[in-house]
């Protein structure tokens, strides 16, 4: 059985210019018009652990290299731009009279709904750990295209109106759409079936909200310790559809700071405008008091 199952992910391997670059979502005798000769991202995971797990490492390294040259930035949809969205999936294509191979990205335009689920940027960057843990190769995550790579999909997610987005909700509500909907008709049916969500995100906006007036720096704690709390509640609050100004954090962190750094804060408040410096001038400058009383004990 073990041997039928590596025959059949063998024959599904896709190559491009003579390197494997993944396998295709079924092996079925498909027709042209499905998609099931395309290599996608969710679909190939099981696949990346088996190889893995194999020692075979180099189809994996092909298709995160691969996958990342396919990411979008200008990319659009209809009249919504997609932002640093993973592709879904991706075929190769082949020019018989020129001779060459191409690689065509699907960033949802063949799915129902004709929708760019984001979690195939999620799984990209699951990809990349395993492969780093598997191999101990850590210079494919530390390539500057690797590190844009995943500061584009973060940056995608953090943003404000994540949520609401046509173009970026996940398939799972998708599935029961025609395909000859308008972009119009599918966002309103799909604001109508999930209207519930609504109260939801706003019950949750406001129990991180409040969460945060309620922090305060503890005595054990280090500054970069506290920041990361703070940051971590406010990263939740975007990607609710909400934000909070680096201001707003500052003077969070300037009135809730233990005594001993006040002396740091009356230095800033005489010779800047706390008002105008960014947040990293104010984390610097309370990093550096901490690290010297750290030395002096």
């Keep these: 059985m073990v041997s039928e199952a590596w025959d059949a992910v063998r024959r599904s391997l896709v190559y ?6 993944g396998t295709i979502a079924s092996l079925d005798n498909f027709k042209e018009n499905l998609n099931y000769n395309k290599v996608f991202v969710r679909d190939f995971v099981p696949s990346v652990l088996t190889f893995l797990m194999n020692g075979e490492p180099k189809i994996v390294k092909n298709f995160i290299l691969k996958t990342l040259r396919l990411q979008s930035w200008e990319k659009k949809i209809d009249r919504f731009q997609l932002g640093g969205v993973m592709p879904a999936g991706f075929k190769v294509l082949r020019d ?13 335009e063949s799915a129902i709904g004709r929708v760019a689920p984001v979690d195939f940027g999620f799984w990209w960057i699951i990809l990349l750990r395993a492969y780093t843990k598997s191999t101990g190769d850590t210079s494919l995550a530390e390539l ?82 506290y920041t990361e709390r703070l940051l971590s509640i406010t990263n939740r609050v975007r990607l609710l559809g909400s934000s909070l100004a680096d201001s707003r954090i500052m003077e969070k962190i300037l009135v809730t700071l233990p005594e001993n ?16 410096i960014p947040l990293a001038e104010l984390l610097s400058a309370l990093q550096t008091q901490e690290q010297r009383r750290a030395m002096r004990q």
Excluded: H
């Excluded at 991180?208 to 922090?215: A, E, G, I, N």
């Excluded at 750094?261 to 105008?276: H, Q």
């Design 16 to 21: 491009f210019r003579s390197q494997p670059v």
């Design 96 to 108: 018989p009279v020129k001779n060459n191979e191409t690689l065509i990205a699907d960033f949802g």
């Design 261 to 276: 750094f006040e002396t740091t804060v009356t230095t800033l408040e005489n010779t800047k405008d706390l008002s105008k």
């Design 144 to 225: 500057p295209k690797c590190q844009k790579g995943m500061r584009l999909i973060l940056v995608l997610c953090l943003s404000e109106g994540f949520d609401t987005i046509p173009t970026l909700l996940c398939a799972d509500g998708c599935c029961m759409i025609d395909r000859k909907m308008s972009t119009n008709e599918i966002w309103d049916y799909l604001k109508n079936e999930y209207e519930g969500d609504e109260r939801i995100r706003v019950m949750q906006l406001l129990n991180f909200v409040r969460d945060f007036k309620l922090q305060k720096m503890k005595e054990t704690e280090t500054v970069n310790e």
